[in-house]
């Protein structure tokens, strides 16, 4: 399949749309939301067209832009019982490391809290920016080790291991061994 014919409701097509009604929503014009979340004005007009091919960095910095959750960029409408088996759901890939994060819910709008299992291996740190003011991230590792926090506090994480941490300021993830895995919950304000 090439790059032009994307399915609707693909990742690719379901981002597309999404950026498309949070930028309308936010009443900003496509250069403007590009100088806020420091991209090049061609590459967004991809992206709303569905044919570029979107980082979770990418993505992340667009919704600080429009000051709104990553999932609702990524995510689309649940049904009542929603069922995600493993290695489905909507998956975005890391630029800077072998990380992959998957939406597995998005909250509702007055909730603002999203899902996501974040699987990653050992070789790079994926190092965060800051996301919406006042977020808050919860991570339990549930295989393999890993390194997370704030840049300049991450601390060490074995399988059962809690952690929270402010969202809102630079952090990384880290693996420290293969295949491993953790369920990470966005808290927005």
Request: one cysteine or more.
């Amino acid at each position: 399949m090439d790059r032009t014919t994307r399915p609707e409701g693909s990742p690719v097509a379901v981002i597309a749309a999404a950026l498309r009604r949070e930028r309308d929503r936010a009443g900003i014009s496509l250069g403007e939301l590009a100088r806020r979340a420091g991209i090049a004005k061609s590459t967004l007009s991809q992206l709303e067209a569905g044919t570029g091919n979107p980082s979770v960095e990418t993505v992340w910095a667009l919704g600080v832009a429009l000051g709104v959750p990553f999932s609702r960029l990524v995510g689309e409408a649940t049904p009542t019982v929603r069922v995600i088996r493993a290695g489905e759901g909507p998956q975005v890939r890391s630029q800077q490391a072998d990380f992959t994060g998957t939406l597995l819910a998005a909250g509702a709008p007055q909730v603002r809290q999203d899902i996501y299992l974040i699987e990653l291996e050992p070789g790079t740190v994926r190092t965060a920016e800051p996301h919406i003011p006042g977020s808050v991230e919860h991570l339990v590792v549930s295989a393999g080790r890993l390194r997370t926090g704030p840049v300049d506090e991450p601390v060490v994480l074995e399988p059962g291991d809690y952690v929270a941490f402010p969202g809102d300021v630079p952090h990384r993830y880290e693996a420290l061994a293969p295949h491993t895995c953790a369920v990470l919950v966005m808290e927005h304000p």
